[in-house]
């Protein structure tokens, strides 16, 4: 039987567990970006420099390799290429490369909520700080500002007053590869917005989670999420709404076979929205938490459906029990000093420690999520435990830093 190639768009640590998956499946996995000294090149059969924005290179390569399939697992830079290739090839695909686009512009994305009547943000898209100041009578008050393409939470900025908003453009501008931003309307949330990984299969959607998402208001990045915990703050009500539009989303857009990472939240005024859908794993392990949370492989599947092999059986499942991950994070910069766990919180709580530094290595305070220096997995026995654990964080865990 000939092995079958899958190409892995990034190198970044969130790739192993995919990396893993796919060989235990007996794929041949080729990794490429342009920068070489990413981990997860070093567990794959083969590596390239090639930059993943540039989906002309990356089709030659893909040419040139005979690859069987193409993924940008939580690589959010990679997504539109990889739909690229997928449809110049004639491989598996997440959908039509321009329902990905869409999917993967902010405020294309806001645009066609608007045309198709989902609950959408007020929301503009800019070019220049010139036309975005330019415009000053039309924006709302509080608002978001942040690039139409990066992720991570990078280049994202919250503005209450016309005095604010030049800085924070110039901060959008910065991160943004295409020189776009996108303003929308704050939408004020009821309990926790939910980020977390669902699944469809020929287009119908067969597993959907969602979290409770949070933050550090003490982080230097406080739109940078820092905990996640299953299952979320909304009730069955909005949970079942949001589903219903997300089905409808994936229906318009005429979605295929996929993970998703879906961002939603639902307002002050009782209205559900979809705020991010990106045809990838979400970062920040959340398939891999989604797996130690309800039992249900979602890395495998992802693989399997990249090459064009059956997926399995994706089906909704419940959550065993309450789950939480945390983010672990530097509020500083400086060089790293140890992990502090409370004894009685790491033997009755704690299920893994997954920690991406070692002593005196330099770490960042926490700005965007590349700034993380591993993760938490938790799991409770009820949610007054769970919210207890995360209200009071600093008692039982410290990240030491000099």
Known sequence: MIQKKLLLLGGLRYLLPVIEAAHKQGYYVITCDY??????????????????????SVLRLSKELSIDGIMSFA??????????????????AFGPYESVCILQNKDCFRSFLAEHDFNVPKAKGFSSLDEALADKDWYPWPCIVKPTDSAGSKGVMRVDTLEELERALR?????????????????????????????????KLKFISFSAQRFD????????????????????????????????????LKMRTSIY??????????????????????????????????GMDLITASVRAAVGDEVGVIEQCTYDGHWAEIILHADKDGSFVGLDINSEYREK????????????????????????IGTLVLQFDSK??????????????????N
């Open 35 to 56: 920068m070489p000294d990413n981990v997860a090149h070093q567990y794959a059969d083969e590596y390239h420099n090639v930059s993943i924005i540039d989906k002309e």
């Open 75 to 92: 690589v959010d830079p990679g997504v539109m290429t990889a739909a690229y290739v997928q449809e110049q090839m004639g491989l598996p």
């Open 171 to 203: 901060y959008a501008f910065e991160h943004s590869l295409s020189k776009r931003v996108i303003v929308e309307e704050f939408i004020e949330k009821q309990g926790c917005s939910s980020d977390s990984d669902c699944f469809s299969l020929n287009g």
């Open 217 to 252: 208001e003490n982080a230097v990045g406080p739109y940078v999420p820092s905990a996640y915990s299953w299952p979320s703050s909304m009730n069955m009500q909005q949970e079942t709404e949001l589903t219903s539009e997300i089905q409808r989303l994936l229906s318009l």
């Open 261 to 294: 990472n879906i961002e939603t939240r639902v307002g002050m005024n009782g209205k559900p929205y979809i705020m991010e859908v990106s045809p990838r794993g979400g970062g920040n392990r959340l398939a891999e938490m989604l797996c130690f949370a309800t």
């Open 349 to 372: 709580y704690v299920r893994q420690i997954d920690l991406w530094v070692k002593e005196n290595d330099k770490v960042l305070a926490f700005k965007g999520a590349n700034n993380a």
């Open 384 to 401: 007054e435990e769970l919210e207890k654990a995360l209200k009071y964080q600093n008692a039982w865990l410290q990240v030491k830093v």
